[in-house]
């Protein structure tokens, strides 16, 4: 199993980026996938994660009203939209996947981490 995430890169603040996570090795259309990030000499937090449409989609509050989650299943692959991006949200980005609820994500550990992928946001 493999999560290859792609689309870091270095952008002014109020810039938006799109990163992506393909998903190789199995089908994760019933799994939870999600985001996850890093910054310089700090813990890596979560961002955000989804499983189905229909289910509520946890954000981390310093990403809320600016980031947004989908998936493509058909793809294997999840995406984050990074829209109005502050130099706060640099970090390394790691997509990640999980077995059970977004909530899964949200409080514990993914089974399933991708290599990161480095966002700077300049002021």
């Known amino acids: 199993v493999q999560l290859q995430a792609f689309g870091g890169g270095l952008v002014q603040a109020g810039g938006s980026l799109r990163l992506s996570c393909a998903a190789s090795g199995r089908s994760f259309s019933g799994d939870t996938m999600g985001w996850f990030r890093q910054a310089p000499g700090k813990e890596r937090d979560f961002v955000a994660a989804i499983r189905w449409s229909f289910e509520s989609t946890p954000y981390a509050d310093s990403v809320k009203g600016r980031f947004t989650i989908s998936r493509d299943n058909a793809k294997n692959t999840v995406y984050l939209q990074m829209n109005n991006l502050k130099p706060e949200d640099t970090a390394v980005h790691y997509c990640?996947?999980?077995?059970?609820?977004?909530?899964?994500?949200?409080?514990?550990?993914?089974?399933?981490w991708g290599q990161g992928t480095l966002v700077t946001v300049s002021s």
């Open positions: 990640a996947a999980a077995r059970g609820s977004p909530q899964t994500m949200l409080y514990g550990t993914p089974d399933y």
